[in-house]
């Protein structure tokens, strides 16, 4: 039987980053050219006919909207060819998992879309680059990753496109789904699924049938105690959406609910989310007596940005909002 074919897009991050030989830190992310990390890693070439694209060579911390909407276009014009099976992204870790979930909604197609980076430089002693990505295409040709929209793939775990997150910013085993588990494990080449999403993507995501040219734009406002809620009018000024990153249950002051109420009377959609890495932010009456903040569900703050700019494409009914968060 002829090897698949895999599409491996690079946009730069630690995988492709250098520095001092054998040391792990002070390195500059997005150095290396992909070609170069994949002709390191021995067995690849036998898993799947690869073809590479160095769409970018940044640090993550570089990425934005633009950048992400020329991601999708890329993918979206490979994954239409018939000659390819699968699409790895190699990527920065730190911004890794709002790419994850702006793919994972706006890709459209049933074909396996991984994710992988690493937290080592390719020219540290045990780079974990070389074996993230070996999986990751290991994971982009098996049957059975058909349909489930973006996965990333790190330390012989895979993870849903709209729950990853990094936990960790020194070990190698980096992320997590928060406490929503997995979808699976990776040892060497063998896949093991246990879960599935049961959130919309990919395919069946209505954000996939057009790409937009550009994004609305939605700030993040963080809560603390004693923080002043003028950050909310600085942001109301540029902004149409604004995300509250809230105490516990995507809590905050009685001053930010006043702000809250006034800005949302002049047309700003306002969702809360929570600083707190696990839970769920449901409705809540005594921080929101008027019903104004869309609930982020179990997305965290920067997701939740992700969802409400592909909304604010769409619509800015505060109700067809609030459903858009609970199928996504
Ligand atoms: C980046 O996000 O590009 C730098 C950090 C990393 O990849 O681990």
């Not at 054998?22 to 799947?48: C, D, F, H, N």
């Amino acid at each position: 039987m002829s090897k698949k074919k895999v599409a491996i897009v690079a946009t730069g991050g630690t995988i492709a980053g250098t520095g001092q030989t054998g040391k792990t830190v002070s390195y500059q992310a997005g150095r290396v050219g992909m070609e170069e990390i994949v002709a390191s890693i021995p067995l690849i070439e036998e898993i799947a006919q690869l073809e590479m694209h160095q769409l970018f060579n940044l640090d993550s911390n570089e990425m934005d909207e633009a950048h992400w909407l020329e991601l999708a276009g890329c993918i979206n014009t490979l994954t239409r060819r018939e000659d390819i099976d699968g699409i790895v992204v190699t990527h920065g870790t730190d911004t890794l998992e709002e790419t994850a979930y702006f793919l994972n909604l706006v890709v459209h197609t049933q074909k396996p879309i991984v994710i992988t980076g690493a937290m080592r430089p390719a020219t540290a002693t045990s780079a974990d680059g070389p074996f993230n990505l070996y999986q990751a295409v290991c994971l982009a040709v098996d049957k059975r990753a058909v349909g489930q929209g973006v996965m990333g793939l790190f330390s012989n775990t895979i993870y849903a496109g709209r729950d990853i997150q990094k936990i960790n910013n020194y070990k190698i085993d980096a992320f997590d789904q928060r406490s929503l588990g997995c979808l699976g494990y990776m040892q060497d080449d063998k896949v093991y699924f246990y879960s599935k999403t049961f959130k919309t993507h990919t395919f069946h995501s209505v954000f996939s049938w057009q790409l937009p040219d550009s994004l609305p734009k939605v700030g993040i406002a963080y809560f603390y105690a004693g923080a002043s809620a003028d950050i909310l009018d600085d942001l109301a000024r540029n902004h149409e959406g604004i995300v509250i990153i809230g105490s516990g249950s995507g809590n905050y002051s009685t001053r930010w609910l006043d702000k809250i109420e006034a800005l949302a009377n002049q047309g700003i959609l306002f969702v809360r989310a929570s600083r707190v890495n696990e839970g769920i932010v449901f409705e809540d009456r005594i921080f929101d007596p008027q019903g104004i903040c869309i609930p982020a569900n179990t997305l965290s703050g920067p997701k939740a940005r992700v969802l409400l700019m592909l909304a604010l494409t769409l619509t800015r009914d505060p109700q067809k909002i609030r459903e858009i968060f609970d199928q996504y």
